[in-house]
């Protein structure tokens, strides 16, 4: 038997790590990853969705430039899952600017909803059992001063906001149009459709 020139004692390659690279292929896969939702959503927003095609998107609220309404941003503070499928309007995808908006009914409230494209974590087809996951770097900000503990009208405001979380977590308030997507640490997901 010829001597192993990598020195492990066992077939090149086996056992060792694979050197660092010194190319940003994970980057590069994720670019283009992200260019497929892209064109499925410019897809939708100019021919409408095939079928029983529709799409989950998930972002993070709290990126900044993502515009949501302040309900909704106290009731998904980081993250929220929105669904693509028979009531939406006006989607837009702007791929220059990075953002795309859509207007979608909360409660029977509509609303639009302006998401840049790098708050999106998520996207999905259940259709086709299509899914792609995305890594979202928020950008650091300076930490907020010191808010008071009860702001200007905060009794009524927060009495308020517990009332919402009451009927919302006892069900009185839902929405038709929208489903909430639980990630497990496996990367699987369990969906709660809120009707």
Not at 3 to 26: A, F, K, M, V, W
Not at 139 to 147: F, H, V
Request: with cysteine.
């Amino acid at each position: 038997m010829e001597d192993d020139p990598t020195g492990h004692g066992g077939p090149p390659g086996q056992g060792e790590q694979p050197p660092e690279s010194l190319l940003p292929y994970d980057e590069w896969t994720e670019a283009a990853l992200r260019q497929v939702m892209l064109r499925a959503l410019q897809h939708a927003a100019t021919h409408g969705l095939p079928g029983n095609h529709h799409f989950y998107v998930t972002f993070r609220t709290d990126h900044p430039g993502a515009a949501v309404p302040p309900r909704l941003k106290a009731q998904y503070p980081q993250e929220m899952t929105i669904v693509l499928q028979h009531q939406f309007w006006d989607l837009q995808v702007d791929e220059a600017a990075g953002v795309m908006s859509v207007g979608l009914s909360f409660g029977g409230i509509p609303c639009t909803l302006r998401i840049p494209l790098a708050a999106i974590t998520a996207f999905a087809d259940p259709q086709v059992r299509y899914g792609l996951h995305f890594s979202v770097e928020l950008p650091e900000l300076a930490p907020e001063p010191d808010a008071p503990a009860t702001p200007e009208y905060g009794p009524l405001r927060n009495s308020v906001n517990d009332y919402i979380a009451s009927q919302t977590s006892a069900g009185a308030i839902t929405s038709a149009s929208v489903y909430f997507v639980n990630y497990g640490k496996s990367g699987s997901f369990a969906i709660n459709e809120n009707e």
